[in-house]
């Protein structure tokens, strides 16, 4: 079964962009990342997926159930970390944890205590009083306590130190190999490559790319990097080009002969040249503008 299924989701904001023609799939117990950068439509996605916002045309299911239609089965079901998580003020943190349980007629307190722990959250303080990574946390354990069987992500990490975000992915994973399926928006490109089996890139409201990470990682373009004077005004299949302070570097995708043609002659006094990784990828298939399924 699918535990996420979107057909042609649209959703615009007047002239304002959104997401359109949006098609995708995710399999339950996948660790599944959506990848692109602030404004591309990924929160855009998440909120109309959970019913937040209404589509203007296309569908969407969880686990087999319509968002228009079966909303509250489908929020029983999964957990949901919002980019910035906003809590009533003058609550306590214990008392916030306790409203959400309530809210999902589900005994969380056992597990709430847990995350709490790891995640190094003190109950007794009052929301106002928290730090911009403790409200993170904060979140985080809403989102996982009732023990869900998706849990959709926008940007968890940010705030969170960096050994809090190892210790929230070792949670994540944890509960993925038990069975849970994760969906995790980030533009952190390394936190997608680390931990998820399969990604799509988002582009101006549209996938541009879907595919293991391994295979998106599968390009033509090569990372290239110079020392010493050269001169590339020939070569137009550069993408990022990068000053250094004894060279260059770039991605580039045309044909590697062209590029040695282009080098032969030069004052070099080294060239490198590797597989990008997956954030090189990325601007790989930004700057070139295509699509690929």
Request: hydrophobic residues 40%.
């Amino acid at each position: 079964m699918n535990a996420i299924e979107i057909r042609k989701l649209t959703k615009s904001y007047g002239k304002a962009r959104g997401v359109a023609d949006l098609n995708l799939e995710v399999e339950e117990g996948e660790f599944f990342g959506f990848i692109g950068p602030n404004g591309a439509g990924k929160s855009t996605t998440i909120r109309t997926l959970l019913g937040l916002l209404r589509a203007d045309s296309g569908s969407a299911s969880v686990f087999g159930k319509d968002i228009s239609m079966e909303k509250e089965e489908i929020l029983r079901e999964v957990g949901y970390l919002p980019s910035e998580a906003v809590f009533y003020t003058g609550m306590r943190v214990r008392d916030v944890l306790r409203l959400s349980a309530d809210l999902r007629k589900k005994p969380c307190k056992e597990e709430a205590e847990r995350l709490c722990e790891r995640l190094e959250l003190d109950t007794a303080k009052r929301v106002e009083e928290l730090s911009f990574g403790n409200r993170k946390k904060v979140g985080i354990v809403c989102a996982l306590q009732h023990q869900p069987r998706l849990c959709i992500l926008d940007e968890p990490t940010s705030g969170l130190d960096p050994l809090m975000q190892r210790e929230f992915f070792a949670i994540l994973e944890e509960r993925n190999a038990k069975g849970m399926t994760v969906f995790l928006s980030s533009h952190i490109l390394s936190e997608v490559q680390r931990h998820c089996t399969r990604a799509a890139i988002i582009r101006e409201g549209r996938i541009i790319a879907c595919d293991s990470v391994e295979k998106l990682a599968q390009t033509n373009a090569k990372r290239v990097m110079l020392q010493g004077k050269v001169e590339l005004s020939a070569l137009s299949e550069l993408r990022d080009l990068q000053s250094t302070e004894h060279g260059v570097s770039f991605l580039y995708g045309g044909d590697i002969n062209r590029l040695l043609q282009a080098l032969a002659g030069q004052r070099l006094e080294d060239i490198s040249i590797a597989e990008p990784d997956l954030e090189e990828i990325f601007l790989h298939y930004y700057s070139d503008g295509g699509e690929k399924r």
